[in-house]
C-alpha cells in the first residue's frame, strides 16, 4: 500500500510556458474538463476505471495470450536483429550497432517498477505514452521505438509493444555475445497513460522535492529525481562523490527489488556496451514527444547541434564510452574500471564525468562514428561507486575475478528487471521461459493431488459453519488472505496461502492474535478432512480459506433474507516458508485498509483516498469498491472489530443498512477526533449518539459520485441487487490471483 497522491488527487497546476492553451480561463473538455481548475483536491475515482474496453481497438474479444502464442519466435528475433544492424541515416547506429541503444529502451521500460505499490515497470508499454515517453532520462528513446516499428507493423496484434521492447533488449544483448537468462512473453499493451502511479510531487523536470530529513526519499518513489528512471550518473544533484551516489544507488535499488549483487551486475553488465551522449550544451536540443509541434509526428528532442544525429547526439549530457568493446559482452568494463586511476573533468555539455589520470588510456576507445578517431574510456560517478563503496567494491573484485560468475549474475539480475513485474510464472508464455523457479517469483507447490467435489464442498461448509467461528472471523479471514492481492505487480492473493506465514502472519492489519485462532480451528477442519480421505483426494488450506468466506456471506446473505450460492473453484495449493521472501512479501504489508475500516500511523494522506488508492491495487471499479465496503461493514470485518461504520443494528446479516442509515436525513455528522479522522452520528429529534464513523465511511456521503454509487444502494428496492452486487465482487477478489484460471 503506498501515499499514491498524485493520482487519487487531480493536479490543477498549469504547463508549461509557450503552449498555445490559455491557462487563464477554465480548459475544454478535450484539455481535460474543469472540474479539477475549480477543486484540486476531489477524489480522482477514474483510477477505478482503468483502460475501458472501449479504449482497446482489438476488442473486449481479443486474447492477447493466444495470439501471442502463434508467434514464431525465432523469426521475430531474427528481423529484430537485422534492425539492430542496418543503421539509418535518419538516426545512425553507434558503432553500427542498435544494440546498446536498444538495452537502454528495454531497460527504462522495466526500470520504473518499485516494490513498494507495485506500480511501474514495463508490463504494459506505457514508454509508448506521457509521462514516460518524455522524461528526460528517456531522451531519444522515441528513435528507438521507431527503430522497431517495421518489426511491430509485421507482426501487429500477435506482438504487444510491451513484449517487443523487453524481446527487443535481449535480442540486442544476444546479438553482442549474451547469453540471456530467458524470455517470458504475456506482456498485453494498453492504450492510455496510467494515471494512477505517483512519480513525486515536483513541478520541474529533474526537481527533488521527494526528500525529508537526512535524505530520506519519500515512499513509494524509487528515483532520485522527477524523470529519472534511476539515480543522477554525476551523483546525488550533480555533486561527483561516488560514496555519496553509492547511497543513492543502493537506496534507488533496493526499492527497486534489487540486493547489492544485483545492482553491480545490472550497472556494469549496463555499462558493458555503448557510450552516453552529450556533444554539446542541453540548449540546443527542443521540446520533448508530447510537447513537440505536430508535424514532429510524436519525435522529440530535435537537436540543433551541428548535425543533430550520430556524433552531435545529445541525450543526458554525458560524453564517453565506456569500453573498448562497447558492442561485446566481455569483462572489460570492470578491467577498465579497476586499471585505471580517475580524474574529474566536464563533458561538452558541461557535466561532471570521469577520465584515466595523467592522459592514460588515450587512444584505447573506438569513436562511434569516425573510424580514424579514438578515445579514452570514460567512467561515471555512479560507475565509480562500484569501486569505491565497500560493499559494491568487494562485489565487484569477485566478479572482475570470475567472469563467468559475473555473466550469471547478470543474466540472473536482467531478467528479474524485465519480469518483476509480470506476477507468477504461471503468466509466462514462449518457448525461451525458464525452467528454474526463481525465489523472487513468490512460487506456489503444483497441485498434486485431487480437488473436491459439490459434496465435499457442501461437507465442509457445514463443519464450518459448526466449528464456533463467527461471520465475522470468517469474513475477515478471507478477506485478510486475499485482499493481499496487487494488481500493479500481480503479487499476493489467497492462493499459497501465505497468510499463515511470516510475514503475513505478523502484520497489524490482520489482527494476529484474532488470525491464529481462525487459523488454528480451520486447519483442524482441513486435517480431519484430509486424513479422512481414502483416495488422492486433499482439500488446502489455501482453499478452506476462502470456502470459509464464501460459507460466511451465504449465511449472512440467509440472515438478510437471501438464498445465495458465492462461487467456490478449488485448486489453491499451500506455500511453504522457503518458497516465502519475508522481505519482498513485507512490501505488501497495508499501511491503511478502507475495506477494513484500518489506518496505520504516519499516512501523509487522508483515509478516503488511501481507500480509493487500494480499491485501485485491487483493480476494482468504483461500484465494487462501494458495494463490498458496504457490505464488509455490516459483517463486521473491522480491524479489532471496531464499530467505525457498522451503521446497523442487526451485524452480522447481509443488508444495505449501511447505506441506507449514512444517507438517513435526521443523522447529524461531527468530527470526534483533531485529525478528523474519526466522527459520530448524533440523531437530529433526541441528540443521542447513533452511529461512528471514518473518513473512508462518510466519503459515500460527501463525495458526489460516491454518494451516487451509495444512493443505488440505499433505494428501497436495492436489497437484493446489494446481495448479488456484493456477492460478484467477493467473488472477483477471492479469484483475483487465480492465473491458472485464465
Known amino acids: 500500500m503506498s501515499e499514491n497522491h498524485d493520482a487519487i488527487v487531480t493536479d490543477a497546476k498549469a504547463e508549461g510556458a509557450g503552449c498555445p492553451v490559455a ?32 479504449t482497446n481497438p482489438l476488442g473486449q474479444e481479443f486474447d492477447y495470450a493466444e495470439a501471442f502464442k502463434s508467434l514464431d519466435l525465432p523469426a521475430v528475433k531474427r528481423d529484430i536483429a537485422e534492425v539492430l544492424t542496418t543503421s539509418q541515416d535518419w538516426w545512425p547506429a553507434d558503432f553500427g550497432h542498435y544494440g546498446p541503444f536498444i538495452i537502454r529502451m528495454a531497460w527504462h521500460s522495466a526500470g520504473t517498477y518499485r516494490i513498494s505499490d507495485g506500480r511501474g515497470g514495463a508490463g504494459a508499454g506505457q514508454q509508448r505514452f506521457a509521462p514516460l515517453n518524455s522524461w528526460p532520462d528517456n531522451g531519444n528513446l522515441d528513435k528507438a521505438r521507431r527503430l522497431l516499428w517495421p518489426v511491430k507493423k509485421k507482426y501487429g496484434q500477435k506482438l504487444s509493444w510491451a513484449d517487443l521492447m523487453i524481446l527487443a533488449g535481449n535480442v540486442a544483448l544476444e546479438s553482442m555475445g549474451f547469453k540471456t537468462f530467458g524470455f517470458a512473453g504475456g506482456r ?54 561516488p560514496l555519496a551516489a553509492a547511497r543513492d544507488i543502493r537506496e534507488t535499488f533496493r526499492r527497486m527489488a534489487m540486493n547489492d549483487e544485483e545492482t553491480v551486475a545490472l550497472i556494469a553488465g549496463g555499462h558493458t556496451f555503448g557510450k552516453t551522449h552529450g556533444a554539446g550544451p542541453a540548449d540546443n536540443v527542443g521540446p520533448d514527444p508530447e510537447a513537440a509541434p505536430i508535424e514532429a509526428q510524436g519525435l522529440g528532442w530535435k537537436n540543433s547541434f551541428g548535425t543533430g544525429k550520430g556524433g552531435d547526439t545529445i541525450t543526458s549530457g554525458l560524453e564517453g564510452i565506456w569500453t573498448n568493446t562497447p558492442t561485446t559482452w566481455d569483462n572489460s568494463f570492470f578491467e577498465i574500471l579497476f ?64 567472469p563467468d560468475e559475473f555473466a550469471d549474475a547478470f543474466a540472473r539480475a536482467w531478467f528479474k528487471l524485465t519480469h518483476r513485474d509480470m506476477g507468477p510464472v504461471a503468466r509466462y508464455l514462449g518457448p525461451e521461459v525458464p525452467s528454474e523457479t526463481l525465489l523472487w517469483q513468490d512460487p506456489l507447490p503444483p497441485v498434486t493431488h485431487e480437488l473436491i467435489d459439490a459434496e465435499d464442498i457442501a461437507t465442509l461448509k457445514g463443519q464450518i459453519l459448526a466449528s464456533g467461528l463467527t461471520v465475522s472471523q470468517l469474513v475477515s479471514t478471507a478477506w485478510a488472505s486475499a485482499s493481499s492481492f496487487r494488481g500493479s505487480d500481480k503479487r499476493g492473493g489467497a492462493n499459497g496461502a501465505r497468510i499463515r506465514l511470516q510475514p503475513q502472519s505478523g502484520w497489524e492489519v490482520n489482527n494476529p492474535d484474532q488470525l491464529a485462532i481462525v487459523l488454528g480451528t480451520l486447519e483442524g477442519i482441513q ?25 460466511a456471506v451465504e449465511k449472512a446473505a440467509k440472515d438478510a433474507g437471501f438464498d445465495v450460492q458465492v462461487p467456490f473453484t478449488p485448486g489453491r495449493v499451500d506455500a511453504s516458508q522457503e518458497q516465502t521472501d519475508v522481505e519482498s512479501f513485507a512490501a505488501l504489508e497495508p499501511v491503511a485498509d478502507g475495506f477494513r475500516n484500518y489506518l496505520g500511523k504516519g499516512n501523509r494522506l487522508p483515509a478516503e483516498y488511501l481507500l480509493i488508492d487500494r480499491a485501485n491495487l485491487l483493480t476494482l471499479s468504483a461500484p465494487e469498491m462501494t458495494v463490498l465496503v458496504g457490505g464488509l461493514r455490516v459483517l463486521g470485518a473491522n480491524y479489532q472489530q471496531s464499530q467505525l461504520g457498522v451503521l446497523t443494528e442487526t451485524p452480522g446479516a447481509l443488508t444495505n443498512d449501511f447505506f441506507v442509515n449514512l444517507l438517513d436525513l435526521g443523522t447529524t455528522w461531527t468530527a470526534t477526533s483533531e485529525d478528523a479522522n474519526t466522527f459520530e452520528g448524533r440523531d437530529d429529534a433526541t441528540g443521542e449518539v447513533k452511529w461512528t464513523g471514518s473518513r473512508a465511511d462518510l466519503v459515500f456521503g460527501s463525495n458526489s459520485e460516491l454518494r451516487a454509487l451509495a444512493e443505488v444502494y440505499a433505494s428501497d428496492d436495492a436489497k437484493e441487487k446489494f446481495v448479488t452486487d456484493f456477492v460478484a465482487a467477493w467473488d472477483k477478489v477471492m479469484n483475483l490471483d487465480r492465473f491458472d484460471l485464465v
Open 188 to 241: 498485453a499493451d494498453v492504450w492510455e497513460p496510467d494515471e494512477d502511479v505517483y512519480w513525486g510531487p515536483e513541478t520541474t523536470w529533474l526537481g527533488d522535492e521527494r526528500y525529508t530529513g537526512d535524505r530520506e526519499l519519500e515512499s513509494p518513489l524509487g528515483a532520485v529525481q522527477m524523470g529519472l528512471i534511476y539515480v543522477n550518473p554525476e551523483g546525488p544533484n550533480g555533486n561527483p562523490d
Open 339 to 402: 586499471g585505471y586511476e580517475w580524474e574529474l573533468f566536464q563533458s561538452p555539455a558541461g557535466a561532471n564525468q570521469w577520465r584515466p589520470k595523467d592522459g592514460a588510456g588515450a587512444g584505447t576507445v573506438p569513436d562511434a562514428h569516425d573510424p580514424s578517431k579514438s578515445h579514452a574510456p570514460t567512467m561515471l560517478t555512479t560507475d565509480l561507486s562500484l569501486r569505491f563503496d565497500p560493499v559494491y567494491e568487494q562485489i565487484s573484485r569477485r566478479f572482475l575475478e570470475n
Open 527 to 551: 486435517k480431519a478432512f484430509n486424513g479422512a480421505q481414502t483416495g488422492g483426494k486433499q482439500v488446502s488450506l489455501a482453499d478452506v480459506i476462502v470456502l470459509a468466506g464464501a460459507a
Open 23 to 54: 491557462h487563464q480561463r477554465a480548459p475544454h473538455p478535450t484539455q481535460g474538463g474543469g472540474n479539477r481548475q475549480w477543486w484540486p483536491e476531489r477524489l480522482n475515482l477514474r483510477i477505478l476505471a482503468k483502460n475501458p474496453a472501449e
